[in-house]
Structure formats: C-alpha cells, structure tokens
C-alpha cells in the first residue's frame, strides 16, 4: 500500500530518509517522437547545471528514448550510474501521441474517469498504482541516499497526486515543464513533497501544452 505525509515528523525517532529527485525528459521533436529537440537538450543541459539536483549517486529512467537521452546527459554530468526501470514508462493509453484524434477524444475522459481503459491501453488509475509500487522500492533501496528519477511528464503528473492526495487535473499535466524537477523525501513513514516541479532556471522553458497542438483540449 502506498503512504503519504504531507509535512515532517520532528517528535519521532529518525530514520533514514531518502532525497528523490523526480525528473522529466525534455522536449521532444514533434516530427520526431523519442528524440530531444534543440530546446530539450539546452532544457537538460540547465538543468543539469542548475544545483537543483546535488548528490546523486544513481539515475533510473523509463526505456522510452527520450527519456534515455535526458538520462545519459545527466548521467555524465552527475557521474552517477543508470538503471532503466520498465515501471517507470509512460502511461500505456493503446494509441499514439501523434494520433491527434484519438488524443483529443480519449485523454479527457481518463481525467475524468481515472479507471477508464482504453483497447490495449491502461488507467490512470493502474498507472498510478504501478508508479506508486516502483517508486517504493526504488526508495527502500537507496535508505539516506539521493537518486534521480527520469521519466515522462504524464507519470510524474500522477505521482505528485498520488503524494499529495490532490484529485488528478488536467491542467497540472498540461503546465508541467519539460526538464523540470520535483524533490521529495523518502522513509518508511511515507513521502513527503519537498519541492513541486519547477523548471523557472531554464532560459527557454516549454510545457506540455506547449509541444500538444494549440487549444487540444480547450
């Protein structure tokens, strides 16, 4: 079972805690899934000279290329090793991202139900269980440790809910920045949201809505 705190403990004993940083790749070329566009490998770039990730000693990433890429870019400056994770891929919704049709008829009604299925696909709902059980036992592993999580925006999306216990919103997935870092802490009490996504250190930053095509889902 998942757990969450929402603020620190400070009359409890202390335990090892865990920083994970929780990363998404950068932006992708439209006409081009799976690899960085110029602006997603500048975004990366900053990122990784930014000091907001510090201390990491191992990076795991979804299998998908793009996040592969961002991964090996930060793994050179971090100097840390990388571990690719399958339960760290992308939403499975049983079409394309460049299926522009299918995007606009099936992507809201999973925010608003978040056990819908599509054909071959999965919820948001499983989704979110599956994220919730990887990112556990990546924490268990690394007690008092920091490690870099990276992975597509859809995914760190529905954890920051699961983290939070806010509803899922549409809206914090369309905001949320390519390259951007979100930190919480790890222990067996639960997680705690240190920092929500932030990507303000990027000299040319993008969203989500940005890369989909203009008023998707207005």
Not at 3 to 25: C, N, W
Not at 84 to 89: A, F, G, P, Y
Not at 156 to 182: K, Q, R, Y
Not at 204 to 214: I, Y
Request: with cysteine; net charge negative; charged share 30%.
């Amino acid at each position: 079972m998942f757990e969450y705190v929402q603020e620190r403990e400070f009359s409890k004993r202390l335990e090892a805690r865990t920083m994970i940083y929780v990363i998404t790749h950068g932006e992708v070329e439209k006409e081009n899934l799976g690899q960085l566009s110029e602006r997603g490998r500048n975004q990366v770039t900053e990122l990784a000279h930014s000091r907001l990730v510090v201390g990491v000693h191992t990076l795991y990433c979804s299998p998908s290329k793009e996040t592969m890429e961002t991964s090996e870019m930060l793994r050179k400056e971090f100097e840390c090793r990388m571990e690719k994770r399958d339960c760290l891929e992308d939403v499975k919704l049983g079409f394309d991202w460049n299926d522009e049709e299918q995007l606009r008829e099936k992507i809201p009604l999973m925010w608003k139900d978040e056990t819908l299925v599509s054909k071959k696909g999965e919820s948001f709902a499983d989704a979110r269980e599956r994220i919730g059980e990887c990112m556990n036992e990546i924490g268990a592993k690394h007690p008092g440790d920091s490690v870099a999580i990276v992975t597509h925006p859809l995914i760190a999306t529905l954890f920051f809910s699961l983290v939070s216990a806010a509803p899922l919103d549409i809206n914090e997935w369309l905001m949320t920045g390519h390259a951007s870092c979100a930190t919480y802490e790890y222990a067996n009490t639960g997680w705690t949201l240190l920092m929500p996504p932030d990507n303000s250190f990027q000299s040319n930053p993008s969203s989500v809505a940005d890369w989909l095509p203009e008023n998707m889902f207005d």
